[in-house]
Each structure stands twice: as structure tokens, then as C-alpha cells.
């Protein structure tokens, strides 16, 4: 037996519940993980408060994000005793995930941990940081350099934006950090935050086209926020979406786009394919230190999981949260 999140749904509803589960319940697929350590995703917040419909199939474990020690592999990638590192692939949604003491899966959606890396600071880093990796990545690529000006980060209290920030100020970006907690400035200038600026500034409807101010946005938020963020965005520069938590609507024009060149990056983590989540975590290892999880992260137990996840949706976690299974 070992202890898992459970979700189930009934004629009563839908209710997640720590459950003790039997090994033999585990879904099939050629490798079995010890977990080591998991997390909270805004996404596994909405699995297990039911708050959209994400789980695919009940019952459920959740949990996009694990980190785990091979037991048992069929697999010639993995041995026992490998640490291995799994981000999304449906995995918490349609497949039994993380927030488990156990869990077996299909040796593809696997990586190697970086050695670098211990299990508990992945999983600060988790889907949430690996995104925002995969966001600047593709700023890099479009050529947006540290010297071409202001970089805007919205929702940036968050999983993603609090990376974000972080990475973008560790490559000498000025970042500009928008926010609805501005009495958590002071935890966004020690991430690198150069400015704060209110959440209500982009939140509302706004004109197609508005002073230029931004080189690049990352945006965590979508909705209004992304509208105008691709609004304010300067000649040539690039926007990375890679969020919903204003909304998953798009009230924009072609403007941006077409009378100021402005590209919009879709960002997707869950099906990324293996050669870019391995470099993703490679430049996540190079760049984050101690201090970065030490500031950015905070670890509960199995147990606190449901009442943190409503907490996350609520808007009241900062940051990233490690899960000790
Ligand atoms: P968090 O809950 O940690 O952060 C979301 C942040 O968004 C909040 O902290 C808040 O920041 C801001 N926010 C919340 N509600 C609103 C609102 N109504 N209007 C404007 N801003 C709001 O979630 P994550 O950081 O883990 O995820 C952020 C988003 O990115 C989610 O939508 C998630 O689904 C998405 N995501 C997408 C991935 C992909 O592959 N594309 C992967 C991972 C996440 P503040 O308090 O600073 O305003």
C-alpha cells in the first residue's frame, strides 16, 4: 500500500482525498518510481478542486510533476536506482501522477535529473519553472538581448512568473514585474524585479495599439493582460503566452502584429519534446542556485495538499510549493 491523492467522482461529486492505495491499482507502463518529491502546478490545483475539467478519467491521481527512484524498469533507459524526472505528458490527467508515494510510467515522458539538481529543488523548479525557461528560451531565440529594453512579467507572484523573473534578472534583463499583490514587492526586487507595476494596468479592455514600452513579455495571465501586453509591445519585439489566469480569452487585434511586427510565442510544456525539456533543464541547472529555490519555494507534506491547492487558485501562494511525499 502507499499513501496517494485520490480524486474520485460520484453521484455526490467530485472529491479529492489522501487515500492509502494498493500497488497493484498502478496504472500499466514499463517504469516504477519510488517518488522522491512532487509540487503544486496551477493545473493540479484545478484537478483537485474539480475548478475545470482536467482530469480525464477517475479515479485519479494528480500531480503533472514528480521526481522519483527507479524500482523497477522494463525499459532499457532506466535502471533501478536511477534518479528520473517527469514534467506533464498528460500525466495527473489522464495518467496516474505525482502526488503519490509510487507512481509507474511510460519510459518516454522520463528524463534523467540533472545531477545537479536535488529532487526537492526540481520540484521547486517543476512545470511552473521549466516554462518560464521554455518562455525566455524563446525570446532568446527571436534575438530579444538585455540591452533592447524593459521585459514584462505578469502574474509574476506566481509559479511561472516568480522563474521568470528570476532567470530573466539573472541574464541581465530589466524586468518589469505586474502583479495584484503589490504589498509582495519586496519578494519581486529580491527575485530582480527593476519595477513593480499594478495588475489593474493591463487587466481591463485597452486600445489595439498603445505606447510602446516592452522588448518582450512573458505572460502567465492571458485574457485583457496578454491583449494589452501585445498592445504596448515594441517594433519587432516578442510576446511568450504561456498562461490563463485572467482568462483563456484573447480580446486583441492584428495590430500589434501586423503594423509593429510584434511575434506571439505559444508556449506549451506538456508535449514538449524530449531534446528541449532536456536543454530547458540543463539552463535551469546552470543558472538557479540555493538561493534562488530557498527564496522562491516552500515545502509541505502530502496531507497539506488539498487545502493548498484551494490556496494557490485563491491567489495566496507566492511562489513555488515542494511537496514531500
Ligand atoms: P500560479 O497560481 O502560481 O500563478 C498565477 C498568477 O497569476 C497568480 O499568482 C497571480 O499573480 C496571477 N493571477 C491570478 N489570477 C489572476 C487574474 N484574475 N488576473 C490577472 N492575474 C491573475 O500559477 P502558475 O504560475 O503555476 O501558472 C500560471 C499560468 O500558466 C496558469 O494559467 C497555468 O495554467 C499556466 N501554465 C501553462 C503551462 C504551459 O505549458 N503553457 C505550464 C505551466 C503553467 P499576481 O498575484 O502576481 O498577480
Avoid at 526537492?120 to 528560451?137: K, P, S
Avoid at 503566452?241 to 501586423?258: E, N
Avoid at 530557498?294 to 501562494?317: H, N
Wanted: hydrophobic share 45%; glycine share 10%; proline share 5%.
Amino acid at each position: 500500500m502507499f499513501k496517494a491523492i485520490l480524486i474520485n467522482k460520484d453521484d455526490q461529486g467530485y472529491h479529492a482525498t489522501l487515500s492509502q492505495v494498493d500497488e497493484q491499482q498502478l496504472p500499466a507502463a514499463d517504469v516504477t518510481v519510488n517518488i522522491l518529491a512532487s509540487t503544486i502546478n496551477y493545473k493540479d490545483a484545478l484537478a483537485i478542486t474539480g475548478k475545470a475539467p482536467v482530469v480525464r478519467r477517475f479515479p485519479m491521481v494528480p500531480g503533472i510533476d514528480l521526481v522519483g527512484e527507479v524500482s523497477h524498469s522494463e525499459s532499457a533507459r532506466f535502471a533501478p536506482g536511477d534518479k528520473v524526472l517527469l514534467n506533464g505528458f498528460g500525466v495527473g490527467e489522464g495518467h496516474w501522477g505525482g502526488l503519490a508515494q509510487k507512481a509507474r510510467l511510460d519510459s518516454s515522458w522520463l528524463i534523467t535529473l540533472p545531477e545537479s539538481i536535488s529532487p526537492e529543488n526540481a520540484m521547486a523548479i517543476g512545470t511552473a519553472g521549466y516554462t518560464a525557461m521554455l518562455c525566455v528560451l524563446a525570446l532568446q531565440r527571436h534575438g530579444i538581448t538585455p540591452k533592447q529594453g524593459e521585459v514584462l512579467v505578469t502574474g509574476a507572484n506566481g509559479g511561472v512568473g516568480s522563474f521568470a523573473v528570476r532567470i530573466l534578472a539573472k541574464l541581465g534583463y530589466q524586468v518589469v514585474a505586474s502583479t495584484g499583490r503589490p504589498d509582495e514587492s519586496d519578494y519581486l526586487k529580491k527575485l530582480g524585479a527593476a519595477d513593480i507595476i499594478p495588475r489593474s494596468q493591463l487587466s481591463e479592455p485597452g486600445k489595439p495599439l498603445q505606447k510602446e514600452r516592452w522588448a518582450a513579455v512573458v505572460d502567465c495571465v492571458g485574457s485583457h493582460t496578454l491583449a494589452n501586453a501585445c498592445a504596448s509591445t515594441r517594433y519587432g519585439g516578442a510576446v511568450a503566452a504561456c498562461g490563463l489566469a485572467q482568462g483563456m480569452d484573447f480580446p486583441s487585434s492584428v495590430a500589434p502584429f501586423i503594423l509593429r511586427g510584434v511575434t506571439l510565442y505559444g508556449i506549451d510544456s506538456v508535449m514538449r519534446p524530449l531534446a528541449d525539456r532536456v536543454q530547458a533543464w540543463q539552463h535551469l541547472a546552470e543558472l538557479l542556485n540555493q538561493s534562488d529555490f530557498d527564496a522562491i519555494s516552500q515545502v509541505i507534506s502530502l496531507d497539506q495538499v488539498i487545502e493548498t491547492a484551494r490556496a494557490l487558485l485563491a491567489g495566496k501562494i507566492q511562489g513555488r510549493v515542494i511537496v514531500k511525499v
